[in-house]
């Protein structure tokens, strides 16, 4: 697997793997309450569902449900994104235990968002040389 300096796979799919797994470990420590289980299964649903809409990004059929597939990505980022800082707030775990996951979470999203711009950038320089 290649790794750069922050020790992070380059491979996105390894990467949105490895963000699920850690949602999945967050759920099954999240308090038994009823927030605590209301709150995981929101985010365990948003946060494995990353992966799997990148996953079928990489096997589109064209540059347009490429853009589509990982724009569902980046909303379920966002959503995930939004369960954890209720987490958060809510007091069901403190901040520096949530920093990482939440860091991953904003990182993917600008990878993604990044890869969206581009791909749509290069169909619009296509299409304009045609």
């Not at 490895?18 to 949602?23: E, H, P, T, V």
């Not at 470990?25 to 038994?32: I, N, V, W």
Request: hydrophobic residues 35%; without cysteine; proline residues 2%.
């Amino acid at each position: 697997m290649n790794q750069n300096e922050t020790n992070k796979p380059f491979d996105l799919k390894e990467r949105t793997k490895l963000f699920a797994l850690r949602i999945i470990r967050l759920y099954t420590s999240l308090p038994k309450s009823g927030a605590g289980q209301v709150l995981g299964h929101q985010l365990l649903r948003s946060g494995t569902s990353v992966g799997a809409q990148y996953r079928e990004g990489t096997r589109a059929r064209s540059s347009a449900e490429f853009v589509s597939k990982l724009q569902s990505a980046l909303q379920e980022l966002e959503e995930s994104r939004y369960w954890l800082e209720l987490i958060v707030d809510s007091g069901l775990f403190a901040h520096t235990r949530m920093a990482e996951l939440i860091q991953e979470a904003d990182e993917l999203t600008a990878i993604l968002t990044t890869t969206v711009k581009r791909k749509k950038e290069n169909r619009a320089r296509s299409s304009s040389d045609s």
